[in-house]
């Protein structure tokens, strides 16, 4: 179970943790390009790639992502932090994504989430 204090307080630490609970036996042969779009308190973009059994994460924007989320940093952020379920964020229409929904569902998992 995660701990209380390791729940990340920001965007930017939640995208430095992400290589950190990156599970690599949940993404065998995926190969995947996350491009974030964040508005709000934390604008900016991040790029989370998901490859060969690593996963790597930069600041910047892609032309070639596989999914491209587009959040308030604010509803992201809970729903890492598990105060706010993804799926019904979405249908809410607290964020929009366009790409690979199949890549959106799975990649909770990849990173413990699910």
Excluded: H
Aim: aromatic residues 8%; charged residues 25%; glycine residues 10%.
């Amino acid at each position: 179970m995660v701990q209380e204090q390791e729940l990340p307080n920001s965007i930017k630490e939640a995208m430095e943790r992400t290589p950190v609970a990156f599970q690599p036996d949940k993404a065998a042969g995926v190969t995947a390009t996350i491009q974030y779009k964040f508005t709000g308190d934390e604008p900016g973009n991040w790029i989370v790639k998901v490859a060969d059994g690593k996963c790597t994460v930069e600041e910047g924007e892609t032309d070639d992502a596989t999914v491209t989320i587009n959040s308030a940093s604010d509803i992201w952020l809970k729903i890492l932090r598990r105060e706010l379920d993804g799926a019904t964020a979405f249908m809410s229409g607290q964020f929009t994504f366009t790409g690979d929904m199949g890549v959106l569902m799975q990649m909770g998992s990849w990173f413990g989430q699910a």
